[in-house]
């Protein structure tokens, strides 16, 4: 079964880095189309932060471009989130998901927490 995990939350003061690595397993060989890391802050809703397709074009959400930085290793199936000057607007729960070449199925992982302080 495809299960991805992501690592690397924390609690970080403003104008720290974090880095978070979601890592899949079970997937028989088969890689992603597609990657990418989505955050959920208390009472808002889900948005999509940065996304790594496999031809290697990158989204990144407006208000982390220049600071985030994502990137992926498809031999080992794993995507990375560099975060650069976090800011308290940053703190949410950070999810990854991927696009699942054999069924084009989306799996998601179940997050980690990163909160910044001010």
């Known amino acids: 079964q495809v299960r991805l995990v992501e690592s690397g939350g924390g609690l970080v003061q403003a104008g720290g880095s974090l880095r978070l690595t979601c890592a899949a397993s079970?997937?028989?060989?088969?890689?992603?189309?597609?990657m990418g890391w989505y955050r959920q802050a208390p009472g808002k809703q889900r948005e999509m932060v940065a996304r790594?397709?496999?031809?290697?074009?990158?989204d990144y959400t407006d208000s982390v471009k220049g600071r985030f930085t994502i990137s992926r290793n498809n031999a080992r199936n794993t995507v990375y989130l560099q975060m650069n000057s976090l800011k308290p607007e940053d703190t949410a729960v950070y999810s990854c998901?991927?696009?699942?070449?054999?069924?084009?199925?989306?799996?998601w992982g179940q997050g980690t927490q990163v909160t910044v302080s001010s």
């Open positions: 079970g997937s028989g060989g088969f890689g992603f189309s597609a």
């Open positions: 998901n991927g696009l699942w070449i054999r069924s084009n199925s989306v799996f």
């Open positions: 790594i397709y496999g031809t290697g074009s990158i």
